[in-house]
């Protein structure tokens, strides 16, 4: 690809997203999971990670409020700060997977993630809204390119770095970072080495995270507090149910003498210990139905249409968005996968994909979760697009076309 089309198409994906987020403004606020705002805003005004200062919480991981954070203190309060720096993320990501796509098949593949991804709604769509995925799709696809491109020690220690940070954003991508531990050993001389220079960075940033929750939490939470009230949900309240009526009648509505009441209204990391040892109660009583449901979930995770929620658009477009997107290139991203099942990269692709997926399985879990692996499946698309291709040379050249 020349050098003309990708300044072009890194410009349009910068386009459509600071276009699209400019639509979203809303009485100068943006909307999302607003906990991320909060937390990020009384981190810049008292210093103190806390939805409410001076009290400390560990209610969600800080490598996304850590980002706005910094978005407010180089660029001023304001969602702009927020719209540029995620759409520069997100172009940015378009870059990488164009690299990464050439360099796990060929310039085509690359070419063809690229403009992929360059118009990808969900990569269009979350840069404009407090989510997470923005920066997670941005951090997997760095993270792999460096692993697969350069074998030196620094670059290691930066996709390590990276890995961490990916750790701190969301810890349900911890088990797939530890398999993106292997790799960057297996099969290479000082392979242990390798493993370590890769580790110890990630190791030293959830270890910081750690340890200030041991100190100012007086707990164990290597990731998030809301772990256990997850958990719990996902073994007592149906994903239908979520967000309706059904949901207060299973769990009680605030004030109600409910055992979820009771046990959210403890204190943050008691509350988080309390659910965790409930939902190990009712597993124990229920294996079987959690594995079912888990396998529910894990599928439910890969469904092309979206449920019937409150979205923010009209459903109707909504379904046909997925149809235009996923509804052709996850079936291309199987057949990439089968195409380049020797190569080794694909198959560590694969790999990190099927742990981040059975990881989320485990609670509620939708379709938007999958967006931070979606770098690695637009690749796979694209191994799988040019398998279609020489496919249908090889057809019209046994039947005597041009």
Not at 141 to 168: I, N, T, Y
Not at 281 to 288: C, E, G, N, S, Y
Not at 339 to 352: H, N, Q, Y
Request: some cysteine.
């Amino acid at each position: 690809m020349s050098r003309k089309e990708l300044i072009l198409g890194l410009l349009v994906a910068l386009a459509l997203r600071v276009g699209f987020g400019a639509r979203q403004v809303e009485g100068g606020k943006l909307f999302g999971s607003l906990d991320f705002e909060i937390l990020a805003a009384n981190l810049l005004d008292s210093g103190v990670y806390s939805e409410k200062p001076p009290l400390p919480t560990a209610v969600r991981e800080p490598g996304y409020p850590v980002l706005i954070a910094g978005l407010y203190g180089a660029a001023g309060r304001s969602p702009w700060s927020v719209i540029l720096g995620q759409s520069l993320l997100s172009a940015a990501t378009v870059w990488l997977v164009y690299l990464l796509a050439a360099a796990v098949f060929d310039a085509w593949a690359g070419r063809f993630a690229f403009w992929a991804c360059v118009f990808y709604p969900y990569f269009i769509y979350y840069s404009a809204y407090f989510f997470r995925e923005t920066l997670l799709a941005f951090l997997v696809a760095a993270v792999f390119l460096l692993l697969v491109r350069d074998g030196r020690l620094s670059s290691l220690a930066g996709a390590g770095g990276l890995a961490g940070w990916m750790c701190l954003t969301n810890g349900a991508l911890s088990p797939a970072v530890a398999l993106a531990g292997v790799a960057a050993g297996w099969g290479k001389p000082w392979r242990w080495k390798r493993f370590w220079v890769f580790c110890l960075p990630v190791a030293f940033l959830v270890g910081v995270w750690v340890t200030r929750n041991l100190v100012v939490m007086r707990a164990f939470i290597p990731a998030s507090s809301l772990v256990g009230i997850q958990m719990y949900w996902a073994l007592t309240v149906p994903y239908e149910a979520l967000g309706t009526e059904e949901q207060n009648r299973i769990l009680g509505n605030p004030g109600e003498d409910t055992e979820f009441q009771r046990l959210q209204a403890l204190p943050e990391a008691q509350s988080n210990k309390a659910f965790q040892a409930e939902a190990m109660k009712i597993l124990k009583q229920h294996p079987w139905a959690f594995v079912r449901d888990c396998a529910g979930r894990f599928f439910g995770v890969w469904r092309i249409v979206p449920r019937d929620r409150a979205y923010t658009h009209k459903a109707s477009l909504v379904r046909l968005t997925a149809l235009l997107s996923d509804g052709w290139l996850i079936p291309l991203a199987l057949l990439g996968l089968w195409r380049g099942r020797s190569i080794l990269w694909v198959r560590w692709m694969a790999g990190f994909i099927l742990i981040v997926t059975a990881t989320y399985s485990i609670s509620h879990a939708p379709i938007r979760y999958r967006v931070p692996v979606m770098p690695l499946v637009l690749v796979l698309a694209a191994g799988g697009a040019g398998r279609l291709k020489a496919m249908l040379r090889k057809s019209e050249k046994a039947k005597g076309m041009p």
